[in-house]
């Protein structure tokens, strides 16, 4: 169990969404004195299914969180590519242990972020509504400036700000790289119909068309729409000027394609699009600075964001903890630049590849699922429906339909562990 240090290093985590709440449970825990910034006013609540698989389900077992999110999963039964008139063709069932299309965990992203919130103790300071605009380092620590309050010192910084960090551009412009992977997507709220049924159904049509429907466990529908394309800023316009692009590039696309585009008109306020890239980022600290989850090395959608979320966090927070046993050990508990950039490489370390392999889609990979040709499309169906069979489905839930590779052994940390 923590050893009560001297000294409490202080932290700031930036960022609470998934991998922000989970390293400020691990480092509370761990004798640090840790207050989590999010820059919306409030606990955003937002956001479509979330998979926790792998080792993520072993991260929330040690925190104790299993039984709370057994009870909040969205009821997905499994994933069904299926043709214009809606039969399925290939389809993949949930399954208990087994990483399909739809993880064992399905669950919403702000219920789990509730969830992870809430286990937080009263000892942590959360803070909404104000960011980081600069921070400045020197032998003993960060000074860390904000929008509106005043500076702060802090032993050290975790940014988990999500994808577009705004702290990685201030601090790590020059090693960060985006890699577009060609397609846009547009996800919504759409109200559920008696015909709906509780499982995924992606539909792949022509011209790099795919739209797909689930269930959530709130009475409505996710769904998405995605399309093949150059950059070309579509995600940073206007939600009206988006709605008549994606009805555009959709007609006579056919299945549920005037359905969904209805239903996303009809619920605006929570649409939201995101062009398919990867962050890339050379490394994930500078002297003090830990950069984690999407911040570090978000793309997207991979089905893998939360799981690497929830592993980084909580290596992040073990590493630091053994750090700082160490300090308490060997003197006041004061945390050096040196213990901090011990922990960060062996985070890394243990990360990067794991982190790059699910994160880095194949070339092309994106786009191979996105067709122009009716030939294409048969070909993505004759291939979805042979992964499908028994007995490869297992071989290619293993092996293609998840990216999860270069997995690290998950090392013991005993603060770490409630059960
Ligand atoms: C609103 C929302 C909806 C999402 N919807 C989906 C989805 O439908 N499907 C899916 O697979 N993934 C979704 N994601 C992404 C998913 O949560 C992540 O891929 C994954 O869980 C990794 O989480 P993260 O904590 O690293 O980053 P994120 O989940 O992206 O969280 C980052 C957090 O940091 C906050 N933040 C941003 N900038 C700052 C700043 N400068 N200072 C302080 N805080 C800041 C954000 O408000 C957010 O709460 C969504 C994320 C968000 C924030």
Redesign the pocket.
Known sequence: MPTTPHHRPRVLV???????PTVAWGLDRSGFDVTL????PEQ?T??????IRGLGRDVLRRMGLRDTVMQHLTGEEGTRFVGEDGTPYAVFPRAEGEDGPTAEIEIL??T??GILVDALPDSIERRYG???VGAEQDDSGVRVRYDRGAPERFDLVVV????????RRILFADETEYRDFGVSIA?GTIDRTPEDVDHWDWYTATRGRVASVRPDNEGTI?ASMSFESEPMGFERLPVDVQLSILRERFRGAGWQSERILDGFAARSDEF?TQRMEQVVVSRWSTGRVVL?????W?S??T?M??T??LVGAHVLAGELARELARAVQDGDGTLTATAVSRAAGQYEGLLRGYADSAQGLPRGGARLMHPSSRLGVRAVQTALRIAASAPVRRFAQANLLTSEKHVPVLPQYPTLQVV
């Open positions: 930036t960022g609470a969404s998934i991998a922000g910034l999010e820059r919306s955003r937002t956001g479509q299914n979330i998979d992203r702000g789990f972020a104000d960011f980081v988990a700000e999500g994808r577009s960090s705004r702290t996800y996710r939201y984690l989850g999407d911040a570090a978000g997207g959608p089905g964001g939360t690497l979320s």
